[in-house]
């Protein structure tokens, strides 16, 4: 990605998840897991990249209280962009 980046003369993009959406945002047990694990790879992909591939974090809102403890580690590195996703 980095590589591309150069190429194009760009110095740093927003990723946007395209897929998993549904899964983040279903009013199940799994959602938040999936979430997370999402934000895991998100922050791994960041760094990876020296901060200049940035993939969105994302927040599930069917447990108020997750949300606010899931919020805390993201808005720790920094981010540029958490959407807030609400429950079906």
């Known amino acids: 990605r980095v590589e591309a980046l ?3 003369g760009i110095k740093a993009q927003l990723l ?3 897929t ?3 899964e983040m945002r279903a009013h ?4 938040p897991i999936v979430c997370s694990r999402y934000n895991d790879y998100a922050i791994d992909f960041t760094k990876r990249t020296h901060n200049r ?3 969105v974090r994302q927040i599930t809102m069917q ?3 997750w949300a606010i403890t899931e ?3 993201p808005i720790k590195l920094g981010p540029r962009a958490l959407p807030v ?3 079906r």
Not at 28 to 31: E, I, N, V
């Open 6 to 8: 150069d190429m194009m």
């Open 16 to 18: 946007f998840p395209n």
């Open 20 to 22: 998993g959406g549904i």
């Open 28 to 31: 199940t047990p799994a959602a």
């Open 53 to 55: 591939a940035v993939p």
């Open 63 to 65: 447990s108020v209280d």
């Open 71 to 73: 919020l805390d580690r």
């Open 85 to 87: 996703t609400a429950s």
